[in-house]
């Protein structure tokens, strides 16, 4: 990712998530190419000149342009920001690796792991690019699509495997209203990406429950315990766990509605089961698919992460809310450190 003004940057998927940061290139003077699978949506974006799904009224930029082909955005630049759902993944990786070169980057905004192995996203990176000796990292932090798109004051995080492609991606994306941080902890910032989403259901089934503030302030300050057990078991520097990407992803999805693993929560806690909360919210919703995940790292690193587990037992398992509020309360007294 080079200078603003002089750059070009393919991005793919066309959520609310994807879209949104799109914008925030697109109006940094960067030509940005948005790429969905899906070509009917995507021709009706670049017809109406907006995400008329996810994101509404929101206008695109003359240097945004949509398609629904990979090989246009290959050839539209060598910088690739990736924002597809965590499932779709290595499936997009398999696509775009026979036309990459090292003259390629690829940057991910994707929060989450992989539904069935349990591997952070920079381990499917390796595993399938890894001969092509291409640089890459991720972006992420407290950041909800919608206000990033309205251009709201936004902080958040880049971490890669190069300091000159975090500095390059961080000026890509920074403006007024835009801060971006440089981190060289890829790890710290995806587990913190991650688990933040499966304690935000948790504090949403708290509080569809009607427990209070007190409650959910609890589920926030446990959960963050339960990020630093597994990050420092992983090897994740502890001030990547109380920064932007871990704290502050933590507190954001906690604790507002518009997040969509919060939302899941709620519902769960007013008595609606997973698939149909699912249906209802008609988005990924990372946590439902990592709280698995997550149960899978915990087990391999032998540390344990009940409110992480209630949750996975929850979503997955068909276990009342009630009766995993009752297990995590009749834990054993511990000393809180």
Known sequence: MSNKGTQSISVYGAGSWGTALALQLARNNINVLLWDFNPKYIAAYQSARENIH?????????????????EDCIQHSNNQLIVVPSHGFRHLLKQLKPQLSPQHNIVWATKGLEVGTGKLLHEVFNEEIQDKAIPYG???????????????????????????????????????NFRVYTSDDILGVELGGAIKNVLAIAAGISDGLGFGANARTAIITR???EIIRLGESMGAKPETIMGLAGLGDLVLTC???????RQLGLALGKGQKTKEALKTIGQAVEGAKSSSCIE???????????????????????????IAVKALLSRHTRSEF
């Open 223 to 225: 959960g963050l315990a």
């Open 296 to 322: 899978l790292l915990a087990q391999r690193a032998n540390v344990e992460m009940p409110i992480c587990s209630e949750v996975h037992r929850i979503v997955h398992q068909n276990l009342e809310p009630k």
């Open 255 to 261: 604790t507002d509605n518009q997040s969509r693993n």
């Open 54 to 70: 996810f994101l509404a009224g929101i206008p695109f930029p003359d240097t945004l342009q949509c398609t629904d082909k990979l």
């Open 138 to 176: 991720l972006v992420s932090g407290p950041t909800f699509a919608l206000e990033v798109a309205r251009g709201l004051p936004t902080a958040m995080t880049v971490a890669t495997t190069m300091p000159e492609l975090s500095r390059r991606t961080a000026n890509a994306f920074q403006s007024d």
